[in-house]
């Protein structure tokens, strides 16, 4: 690929996991989790429902709260210390499933809001910043419109362009493409694809499998709450090593 | 021909409804007599209609509206439309309708109550419109416009009466010019209003205003260096140090070195009729809103203690009966309060109906708040924003707006629950000041004319805030235009 050049894993730690482990309840969600990421490098989570996956991620911006071990993100370690947790959320862009963009706010207002009271930008430039990451997921024409008049794929990529805004050093995506009709998810995948080759660090849970050899420089596979299996994305899709990996890619893959 | 086999080759424009499923014989026939069951109903309907009609129109067109008396307008009733004839002497309203609007105020006083009324929509132009110049002017100018005309017609002396337009002018230039501006006339409407209303010296309420002033001042100065909750919790602790020992100080020095500003001081005594429901209705429903949204935002809390206030507070005040709190208001509070206090009624009263209007308001807004999906505090969350922030920009304006109906239900329960204070001894337009002025023998036999006029003074006002809440969910719907 032409753009691999750009798409450079570099030795610098971005978020660096030990033993964590949460507990919903009584419930084990995440066991023993180990993981490092680097800067630059572009990681898929997938796994089955209920594996964890999500849950994981969201422990990485604290969405979720993890009880034992530890999770540092770009130097800060995540505890109950908010200026802490304001400080990691305000470097770490995350996309959801379902968008979750501000109904009652415009494209422009939805993109400016956090940049203008969290990074306190005067408000021309946050809107010119605004702008630029428009024009970057393609759709600067509907800047003010709201949210409910866009198509889900429009609002998927908006959203990306909202946590850009933000200039966060780590991007994470949580099944960006699953509540999307078909014919919409190439194109939020193709704004993904274009953030890589911009040397984004990413963590993205999906199903698209595509993508992931596409993009992504390494597969976590998890189940029950634990990384099962973890390869480069050649390696992974055509020689799976556990039973449950192959299990997973015969059901995925399948059809 | 195969029928598994098609391909369309030309696609098919849109077309027009056929004729004659529109106008009037369509609507009748679907609307009034679809079925025969239908069609007995709507007779029914219309004769009940006529019925109801034909017996109180008699009522109303005998009507007659000068008359010193009840017995002299059955007199010009029967001269007129014959013996036995009803009809309403509206005479009574007429000769005290000045009761009914400003209670006991002297006549030489009304342009302090009417201003202050005229005031009230100035300070809600920004807050109602956004700071939209044309409606803001539109609704700063009528109230000018209205008060004069008001200001003229209960006879105010020259001198006032320009001083009322000369103030209405300059804030419908601000309108014009800085409709952004307005926004201090709404901060400085509680204090405005109280010196109108109850006089005195403008040193009290500028004291008052100060407090908030102060707390304001001492929040923005620790905000950034301890956060927002405990800044306030201090900023809140000077105010209450503020009001409870150095105001009084401040007020008595500042009056005696320039005591030129002052109206002759009003005893809550003199309070009655719909100016007494309007500055507790107002008072209550500006202040149970930003109480109300405390504490539905503090029975979500995750914080055990305040959580557990927010219930118990919102539960408590819910099962006990708004005139308990009349009575609270009325006679316990006074056991509580250190001897020397002459805390005033009105203000007693204004204060539980606000706390037991919160409660409502409380759980209409938690209502709003179950609406919003899970996700949108998730992404003020992700985004970086504070919980405060959160709120603000992103939960609120939502919850609220889903809460709006309730809201407004609530608002104009509470305005037409002002009218109970009657049974605290303060003369409410419904009841106080009915009796009143039945008391004079001229107009003891007048049944329903106070009843009527009273009940259509608060249908205009209940219903202006029905149709405003509905322009309001109008405007605020973002998702198709």
Redesign the interface.
């Known amino acids: 690929m032409a753009h691999a050049a750009k798409m450079q894993v570099t030795d610098e730690v971005a978020i660096q996991i030990t033993a964590m482990n949460k507990w919903y309840g009584q419930f084990h969600v995440l066991r023993d989790i180990d993981m490092t990421v680097n800067r630059g490098e572009r990681i898929v989570v997938c796994g089955p429902s209920g594996s964890g996956k999500s849950t994981l991620i969201r422990c990485i911006?604290r969405?979720e709260e993890h009880q034992v071990g530890q999770i540092i993100v770009d130097g800060t370690e995540l505890s109950s210390d908010?200026k802490n947790i304001?400080?990691v959320?305000?470097e770490?862009?995350?996309v959801?499933q379902?968008f979750?963009?501000?109904?009652?706010l415009t494209i422009l207002e939805n993109l400016t809001?956090?940049p203008i009271?969290?990074r306190k930008t005067p408000k021309r430039e946050a809107e010119e910043t605004a702008m630029y990451f428009l024009e970057k997921v393609k759709i600067p024409e509907q800047a003010l419109k709201?949210?409910?008049?866009l198509s889900g794929g429009q609002q998927q990529r908006v959203a990306i362009a909202?946590?850009l805004c933000?200039k966060p050093r780590i991007m994470l995506f949580d099944e960006p493409t699953s509540a999307l009709d078909p014919e919409m998810i190439k194109e939020v995948l193709d704004t993904m694809i274009s953030l890589a080759e911009d040397g984004m660090t990413m963590i993205c849970v999906t199903h698209e499998m595509g993508f992931a050899q596409a993009v992504a420089n390494r597969v976590v596979f998890m189940d029950q709450g634990q990384i099962v299996e973890q390869n480069e994305p050649k390696e992974f899709f055509a020689n799976p090593k556990s039973d449950r990996t192959k299990l997973f890619l015969s059901q995925i893959l399948g059809h | 021909m195969s029928n598994s086999h098609f391909v369309r080759t030309q696609m098919l424009p849109a077309q027009k409804p056929p004729v004659g499923e529109t106008g009037v014989i369509k609507w009748m026939r679907e609307n009034l007599f679809s079925s025969w069951f239908n069609a007995i109903l709507t007779f029914i309907g219309m004769w009940a209609v006529y019925s109801l009609v034909s017996s109180s129109a008699p009522w109303f067109l005998n009507g007659v509206w000068t008359a010193s008396s009840v017995d002299e307008c059955r007199a010009i009733i029967a001269a007129s439309a014959g013996e036995g004839a009803s009809g309403a002497c509206w005479a009574m309203i007429n000769e005290r309708w000045h009761q009914f609007m400003f209670g006991f105020f002297d006549r030489e006083e009304y342009w302090r109550p009417l201003l202050a009324f005229a005031l009230l929509f100035v300070a809600l132009s920004p807050v109602l419109y956004f700071n939209l110049r044309r409606p803001t002017m539109i609704m700063v100018g009528g109230a000018g416009a209205v008060l004069v005309l008001l200001l003229w017609a209960v006879g105010t002396d020259g001198w006032h009466l320009s001083l009322a337009a000369a103030v209405m002018a300059a804030l419908a230039a601000l309108a014009w010019f800085a409709p952004k501006h307005l926004l201090w006339v709404t901060l400085a409407f509680p204090a405005t209003a109280f010196f109108l209303l109850w006089g005195g010296s403008v040193w009290a309420p500028i004291g008052v205003m100060a407090g908030f002033g102060i707390a304001v001042l001492v929040w923005r100065a620790l905000n950034g260096f301890i956060?927002v909750a405990p800044a306030a919790l201090i900023a809140a602790l000077v105010a209450f140090i503020w009001w409870g020992l150095v105001q009084s100080f401040v007020t008595e020095a500042m009056s005696q070195a320039l005591p030129y500003f002052s109206l002759p001081a009003e005893d809550s005594d003199r309070f009655g009729g719909f100016l007494l429901s309007f500055v507790i209705g107002v008072s209550a429903i500006s202040a149970s809103l930003p109480i109300g949204i405390l504490l539905a935002l503090g029975r979500r809390s995750d914080m055990f203690l305040i959580k557990t206030l927010s219930v118990g507070f919102i539960e408590f005040v819910r099962g006990v009966p708004l005139i308990t709190m009349l009575f609270t208001a009325s006679l316990l509070l006074q056991y509580f309060l250190p001897p020397q206090t002459n805390f005033d009624l009105i203000l007693r009263v204004i204060i539980l109906v606000s706390l037991f209007a919160s409660a409502y308001i409380a759980e209409v807004i938690r209502g709003g708040l179950a609406a919003l999906?899970r996700?949108?505090q998730?992404?003020a969350?992700?985004?970086?924003?504070?919980y405060w922030?959160a709120q603000r920009?992103?939960i609120m304006?939502?919850a609220l707006?889903v809460a709006i109906p309730g809201i407004v239900s609530s608002f104009i329960g509470l305005f037409k629950d002002t009218t109970l204070v009657a049974l605290v001894g303060l003369a409410d337009p419904l009841q106080g000041i009915t009796k009143v002025v039945k008391a004079d023998i001229a107009w003891k036999a007048a049944y329903w004319e106070p009843f009527i006029f009273v009940g259509a003074i608060f249908f205009i006002f209940c219903f202006s805030m029905s149709r405003y809440s509905m322009y309001l969910e109008q405007k605020?719907k973002?998702?198709?235009?």
């Open positions: 911006n969405l908010l304001d400080k959320r305000s770490v862009g995350m959801f379902h979750n963009l501000f109904p009652h809001l956090a009271w969290v709201y949210p409910g008049q909202r946590s933000m | 956060g999906p996700g949108q998730e992404a969350d992700s985004l970086g924003l504070d922030q920009l992103i304006p939502q707006k605020l973002t998702d198709h235009h």
